[in-house]
């Protein structure tokens, strides 16, 4: 084999190909609910993923120590882009998260997914082990993911928010802290509660409502989740077919190309389609986290970690919300749901990935302290 080029052999393949198994699945879904044309929404889906897939390799090539030097770097500019957000973002939807450059708009929150990660893996790399529970150590790492999560909170995404915090929480948990903080922190929650309900949005308010109680206002609040369970429940189990879909068709189901993409699927393909789904998706988590499993290095192993735990939050927390089991938080079906900002975000975070594979791949590791050896 040694006559195959070497990026090429150090390409994930297996991983590759279920990317694009899951882009060409949500490629036909969006074919779908714009009534059997490619446009607007699987033309424009398609050609943001051959973009995004060129900077994906292009990310694919930056060493692993290089994305330890930019992290706190990648994390100050993210964090003003989250506060030039809140003086002069863009509202859209009842809300402020976008920064309109006139050809783009920027979504940071999005960017801050990713670099909360990159830093805590780094803080917690130079941090000698014996001080990693130490209270006054801890003030940074929680200040490092509880501003930015503060600041999304403000726009107000409550989802995203819920995804830096708990990306977070998983990082500083497998760096080694203490179980006993967490609970302190788990108590110190609870009592909270009635705190922060009292400082949600109106409509916030009403989604938890609504998940307690759906059918309580089935044509008001609740009517997202109620269509969404029965475009899924309907599908059965082979689905009614492609294109025969009736609850997206018949304009039943709100946001049927966004974040409930999912229930458009199944309602087509059932629950066959929607086991596609979920194994695809479960193999791109399970390549992320084994490449931290097998890590070298603290910050190879909680980067890694930490952006397949974010991966898995963005699916479970889709699934569970269209299916009932959670509060419609406008998380999307990242790589299926139309948009590019998830979709931005999940092909950067695997170039990040595909470097830490490459690495492995060929022999090269970061060391302890921090400098490249082979």
């Known amino acids: 084999m040694s006559f195959i080029p070497t990026a090429i052999r150090t390409l994930p393949l297996g991983m590759l190909a279920t990317l694009i198994a899951i882009v060409m699945f949500g490629l036909a879904t969006l074919y779908s609910a714009a009534g059997g044309s490619i446009s607007p929404w699987a033309s424009n ?180 989740i109620t269509q969404s369970k029965i475009a899924i429940g309907s599908g059965g189990l082979f689905g009614k077919g492609f294109l025969d879909g009736t609850q997206s068709h018949l304009a039943y189901l709100p946001e049927a190309h966004t974040d409930f993409i999912f229930a458009t699927m199944a309602e087509e393909w059932g629950v066959m389609g929607g086991l596609f789904v979920v194994l695809t998706y479960g193999y791109l988590i399970r390549w992320g986290w084994r490449l931290g499993v097998a890590g070298d290095t603290i910050f190879t192993r909680l980067t890694a970690c930490g952006l397949a735990f974010t991966i898995f939050l963005y699916v479970s927390i889709n699934l569970a919300m269209v299916m009932g089991l959670a509060p419609v938080v406008g998380i999307p079906l990242p790589l299926m749901s139309y948009g590019g900002s998830a979709m931005m975000t999940v092909l950067i975070l695997l170039g990040i990935l595909m470097a830490i594979h490459r690495e492995n791949v060929g022999g090269s590791r970061l060391n302890s302290t921090g400098s490249f050896a082979v």
């Open 45 to 224: 889906q398609g050609l943001r993923f051959v973009l995004l897939s060129g900077l994906m390799f292009a990310l694919s090539r930056i060493s692993v120590a290089r994305w330890m030097d930019i992290a706190y770097p990648l994390y100050g500019v993210t964090l003003v882009l989250l506060l030039i957000v809140e003086l002069f973002g863009k509202i859209g939807m009842g809300a402020q998260r976008w920064i309109d450059l006139g050809f783009i708009r920027l979504q940071p929150s999005e960017f801050m997914k990713i670099a909360v990660v990159l830093s805590l893996a780094k803080f917690f790399h130079r941090l000698p082990a014996i001080y990693v529970s130490t209270p006054s150590v801890l003030v940074a790492p929680i200040a490092l993911f509880a501003v930015p999560a503060a600041l999304v909170m403000l726009q107000p995404d409550l989802g995203t928010a819920m995804m830096i915090s708990m990306a977070s929480v998983l990082v500083i948990f497998l760096a080694g802290v203490g179980l006993r903080w967490f609970l302190t922190a788990g108590a110190a929650l609870l009592a909270a509660l009635p705190v922060a309900w009292s400082m949600l949005h109106d409509y916030q308010k009403n989604r938890v409502l609504v998940f307690m109680d759906p059918e309580g206002d089935p044509l008001g609040t609740g009517y997202h």
